[in-house]
């Protein structure tokens, strides 16, 4: 299977702040025949289910928040929060895609700080 | 637009068996894959297996394997998990998502039921 790990564990920032979450998986996630790196970022908030934010680790899923980017290629990718909203404090994963079994980061939890 | 809405919370004794339901409405059921996906109290999220309904067959994580059953309704649009001889740190809630795309192929998961919380104690 492949291993992905967040870093860091949890990340305190100031409201309107950048927040950077990092994901680096066990082996490459990129498929060369049609580039595509498989690697998606989630937000989960108590109460609620997650809900995806990227894939294809940098494309935005429809009617979020363009302050949410993603970035990286291979094995090593990055979530970054441009300007850090209240409603934005959650446990954040990432997750391959590119073989089954899917994997999940441990999840970053981030604060406001 | 496809909603997945999942049965309710469940207490169930160890050695015992749950069943969750999850049923989809609003929009094409058979050809996407549904994923089941766990979260354990202060853990992770864990994908346990899957299943295209238009094709029956499903996956599951080689963890689950002999213990988890999934399968599919397409007469209804529900899907199902049942996880037999339930031990305590199968407390979680039991999640269903849906694929973003239909086919089979890798893909992530767009759209995701409500959750149901199973507890296992004595």
């Known amino acids: ?113 | 637009q496809v909603q997945l809405v999942q049965s309710g919370a469940e207490v169930k004794k160890p050695g015992s068996s749950v069943k969750v339901s999850c049923k989809a409405s609003g929009g094409t059921f058979r050809s996407y894959t549904i994923n089941w996906v766990r979260q354990a109290p202060g853990q992770g999220l864990e994908w346990m297996g899957g299943i295209i309904p238009m094709y029956g067959a499903a996956k599951s994580a080689e963890k689950y394997r002999g213990r988890v059953t999934i399968n599919a309704d397409e007469s209804t649009s529900t899907a199902y998990m049942e996880l037999s001889s339930l031990r305590s740190e199968d407390t979680a809630v039991y999640y269903c998502a849906r694929d973003r795309e239909p086919g089979g192929t890798l893909w992530p998961f767009d759209i995701w039921g409500q959750g149901t919380m199973v507890t296992v104690s004595s």
């Open chain 1, 1 to 113: 299977d492949i291993v992905m790990t967040q870093s860091p564990d949890s990340l305190a920032v100031s409201l309107g702040e950048r927040a950077t979450i990092n994901c680096k998986s066990s082996q490459s996630v990129l498929y060369s025949s049609n580039n595509h790196n498989y690697l998606a970022w989630y937000q989960l908030k108590p109460g609620q289910p997650p809900k995806l934010l990227i894939y294809w680790a940098s494309t935005r899923e429809s009617g979020v928040p363009d302050r949410f980017s993603g970035s990286g290629s291979g094995t090593d990718f990055t979530l970054t929060i441009s300007s850090l909203q209240a409603e934005d404090v959650a446990v954040y994963y990432c997750q391959q895609y590119y073989t089954t079994p899917p994997t999940f980061g441990q999840g970053t939890k981030l604060e406001i700080k």
